[in-house]
């Protein structure tokens, strides 16, 4: 037992090796790429199952007039939960590919131009604290906006300006106010029109109160950490 304890008391006091260095890197970098692979996968599927969603509804809409405007509704509000959904995957994914940008630009990049000198000097600092207290680096308004612009925008654009079309051309008389076109069977039309406005209040709210979504320098600042409303329970949940 005494033997145990002298050979982690010389390991912890010994020097670490640039070889040991290196190899331990390499495995670093290979592991949190596994798993920022794996979160981005889910982040597609989450995605395929909006598009998939949104070209079924539209195409059952062209096809059945008659139940286009609340099938339209649902398909809205099915993107709203694949919406939310992928934003929250996307907090997860964004935790693993910052520090794996960390890696690249402060390890991978100076090593290859050979040069010992890192852009950001306490970069393997930032890394050991994330490492040791993992923090969100996105709010969730910021990765819906995130995910809003790059996916989202155009089907919820299409499901909306196929409802206005659908009620326009196919519900009520030529002449009818629209709430009164909006009405799907014993439902007034207030509650449709009201749906559709509350969501897309909703996503005009978190496009415009997020704040952009930080630059890697500013995502590993002492500021996050100091934040423990971001702190993540479980990573691989």
Known sequence: ????????????????????????????????????????????????????????????SVNNPEFASQTLIAGMYANLLFLLL??????????????????????YGPLLRRSLESPMADWG????????????????????????????????????VGWILVVALHQGQPGDAFLSQTAVGRVPGFVPAILVLGLCVFLLIC???????PRLREAYGMGRLADPSREVPELDA
């Open 1 to 60: 037992m005494a033997d145990n304890k002298q050979r982690m008391h010389d390991f912890e006091t010994q020097p670490l090796q640039r070889q040991e260095y290196i190899t331990a890197m390499a495995h670093l970098y290979r592991g949190e790429l596994q798993r920022s692979l794996s979160w981005r996968l889910r982040l597609d599927t989450t995605t395929n199952w909006a598009v998939v969603t949104t070209a079924g509804i539209l195409t059952f």
């Open 207 to 213: 496009v415009v109160t997020a704040p952009p979504v």
């Open 125 to 160: 600092r930032c890394v050991a604290e994330d490492l040791f207290l993992p923090h969100f680096h996105l709010s969730l308004r910021q990765a819906i906006r995130a995910r809003l612009s790059r996916v989202y925008a155009p089907l919820f654009l299409a499901e909306i």
């Open 86 to 107: 992928e934003s929250q995957r996307f907090r997860f994914f964004d935790i693993f590919h910052s520090r794996l940008r960390m890696i690249e630009e402060n390890f």
